[in-house]
Each structure stands twice: as structure tokens, then as C-alpha cells.
């Protein structure tokens, strides 16, 4: 029986509802593979550590998660505690510490979904530069107050950090429809987008059988409304990508089901997994949390793990509830609760 080390961070908001019920899940999977096993320790990190001790997580919080082989995160954010306060002080520096360097985001409309588009099918990847661009944390303020106050937001753009993302993403174009949309502003953004592109063109000769399609940011939004059956792999950097992902979840038919993965693909660290749909307070408590985000969640995790079997087979579970018409919470129209769906995926997993 192969251990595998799982620390397991709910975090804040509905990520304390829909993380145990993923773990629920990956136990029943790991169960019913019989050739591996879940050790689980769980992290009480987040906004209400930081009410009690002022930080996100302990200061040794990084080391204690280095032994681990992943990372199961909920989610952060709170109304209390500013967001870049709680998003510094636990996701990003998980992400950026650990060297997390590619997010990657899959929305596809899963069977028995309705999407909000009349035509068109959404299935398709985006890759998101997970470390620097937008996000690297450069910048700062000075005269704060004062009429002159300034504040600077630095992109950073490396040559190793857009070739790194840029392989990974043509990988991964390969293993899929073999189409990549690589994803820019080099019309109004001259210097780092147009590295970006260029970059792009030099990798793209390593891969003679991927198709390349070169979209600014604006266009490729309208690309995802009229024309989603034409995306596979799209690669962006940090922000155009966060922005993009919201965009696909919602195409996918609810934020509530789009799974991602901070991944260190030279596993020099352990990667983190987590759904994409943030603490949203404004559900939180009332059970009605959609937990299919974090299953899918859950089969990266799997996949990642080298459980590729395992992975499937989760996901063939998610697709038979949501294709059988099973129990939906409200983000889908229905009235059932976490607890609900859970237990359909539970039974779903059991038959399999
Ligand atoms: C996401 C979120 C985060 C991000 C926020 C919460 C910082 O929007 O995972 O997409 O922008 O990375
Ligand atoms: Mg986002």
C-alpha cells in the first residue's frame, strides 16, 4: 500500500465545508483502488489564526509543509482582514515559496450541465504563469497620504520564468487537442508581452505539431463567448490568465466547479490543488457549498500523485452525478446541500 502524505488546508469561508467533504472523497477513492492511502494532517490556517496569533500561518509554516507529497487547500479571504493581507500571508506564499510556477485551470461543461451559452462546446486548459508577471510583488509607496503620494505595481517578466510556462504549456497541448493559444497584450504592453510573444515563437519550433494561435487578452474574451469549441490549451501570464479562468468557470456553468492545480513540475516542492472558487462568505455556514470544485480538485491531486487510474475514476463518478440529474446545489438551479452531492459521488465511487 503506497502512503502518500496529504496536508490539508480548509482555510477560510467555504473552503471549512467543501474540504473535508473532498477528503471524504479521496479516501473513498483511495479505498476502493486498495493500492494506496492517504496520511492526512490537517493545518488550521487562516483568517481566524490570524485573529487569534496575527499571521496567516505559523512562521514555520513553509518547512512544516515541505514533507509532504501535496497540498488539498479550501480557500482564503475574509471581510474582516484585507485580501492582500490574507492572500500574502498563506496562498501566495505557499505558491510563490514553493516555486508553484504553473496554474493550471481546466472548464470544461461537464455531462448534464447547462452552460449559459446557447452554442459552442467549452473544453479546454488554461495555463497560468503562476510566479512573477503581474503577481511578483514588485513595487511600492511612498508619501503615503500626501497629495503626492505614488505607488508603483511592477510586472516582472524573466526570460526563464515565460520559457518554463511556455514549455509546460505546449506539453501539455500535446497530450491534448494539439492546439495552443498563446495569450498577450503585445499591441499596448511593448516590452514583457512582446518577450512573451517572442518566447512563444521559440518554443513553438520545438513543437512542429502543435498549432499555435496568437490572440490578444481583450479578443481572446469574445473568443471564449462565440467561438469556445475553437480553445484547447490557452497559456497567459498571471493576471490575464486569473481574469480568463473566471471567465471559463462561469462558461462552465457554475464557479462552483472549476478545479485548479499550483504545480511545481519539478517537483522540487509539493504542489497545492485547489478549486477555484474562492471563500465566498456569502454562502458559508449553510451547507449549500457546491463541493464538485474540490472533487475535480481532487482527481488533479490524483493525477498528479501518478494515480492516474484513480483520477479517472473519480471523475467518472463527478460525470455520472451530474449526467444522471442527481442532487445539484443552488449555484446549478437545484435545492440539495453539500452533504447531498457528496454522498451521490460517495455511492457513485462505491458502484464503480
Ligand atoms: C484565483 C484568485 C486569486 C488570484 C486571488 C484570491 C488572489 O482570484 O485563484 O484566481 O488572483 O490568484
Ligand atoms: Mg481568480
Request: proline share 5%; aromatic share 8%; glycine share 10%.
Amino acid at each position: 500500500m503506497k502512503p502518500y502524505r496529504l496536508a490539508v488546508i480548509p482555510g477560510d469561508g467555504i473552503g471549512q465545508e467543501v474540504i473535508p467533504a473532498g477528503v471524504e472523497v479521496l479516501r473513498a477513492i483511495a479505498a476502493k483502488q486498495g493500492t494506496f492511502a492517504f496520511e492526512i494532517e490537517s493545518f488550521d490556517w487562516g483568517s481566524d489564526h490570524y485573529r487569534r496569533h496575527g499571521v496567516m500561518m505559523p512562521a514555520d509554516g513553509l518547512d512544516q509543509l515541505r514533507r509532504f507529497d501535496a497540498i488539498y487547500f479550501g480557500s482564503v479571504g475574509d471581510p474582516e482582514i484585507p485580501d492582500h493581507i490574507t492572500l500574502w500571508g498563506l496562498r501566495l506564499a505557499i505558491c510563490q515559496s514553493f516555486d508553484q510556477y504553473a496554474n493550471v485551470r481546466p472548464a470544461r461543461l461537464l455531462p448534464g450541465i447547462e452552460g449559459p451559452l446557447r452554442k459552442g462546446k467549452l473544453d479546454c486548459v488554461i495555463v497560468r504563469e503562476n510566479s512573477e508577471g503581474e503577481y511578483a510583488g514588485q513595487g511600492g509607496r511612498s508619501h503615503r497620504g500626501l497629495p503626492e503620494e505614488v505607488a508603483t505595481e511592477v510586472s516582472i517578466f524573466t526570460r526563464r520564468g515565460v520559457e518554463r510556462i511556455m514549455r509546460f504549456a505546449f506539453d501539455l497541448a500535446m497530450t491534448r487537442r494539439r492546439h495552443l493559444t498563446v495569450v498577450t497584450k503585445s499591441n499596448a504592453q511593448r516590452h514583457g508581452m512582446v518577450l512573451w510573444d517572442e518566447i512563444a515563437r521559440e518554443v513553438a519550433t520545438d513543437f512542429p505539431d502543435v498549432e499555435v494561435r496568437f490572440e490578444l487578452v481583450d479578443a481572446m474574451t469574445t473568443t471564449f463567448v462565440l467561438k469556445p469549441e475553437s480553445i484547447d490549451v490557452v497559456v497567459a501570464t498571471n493576471l490575464h490568465a486569473d481574469i480568463l479562468s473566471d471567465l471559463a468557470s462561469a462558461l462552465s456553468g457554475s464557479m462552483g466547479i472549476g478545479p485548479t492545480a499550483n504545480l511545481d513540475p519539478e517537483r522540487r516542492f509539493p504542489s497545492m490543488f485547489e478549486p477555484i472558487h474562492g471563500s465566498a462568505f456569502d454562502i458559508m455556514g449553510k451547507g449549500i457549498a457546491n463541493p464538485l470544485g474540490s472533487f475535480w480538485t481532487g482527481a488533479l491531486l490524483l493525477d498528479h500523485l501518478g494515480e492516474a487510474a484513480a483520477a479517472k475514476a473519480l471523475m467518472t463518478a463527478i460525470e455520472e452525478v451530474t449526467a444522471s440529474g442527481g442532487p445539484r446545489t443552488p449555484d446549478l438551479g437545484g435545492q440539495a446541500g453539500t452533504a447531498d452531492v457528496t454522498e451521490a459521488v460517495l455511492s457513485a465511487i462505491a458502484a464503480g
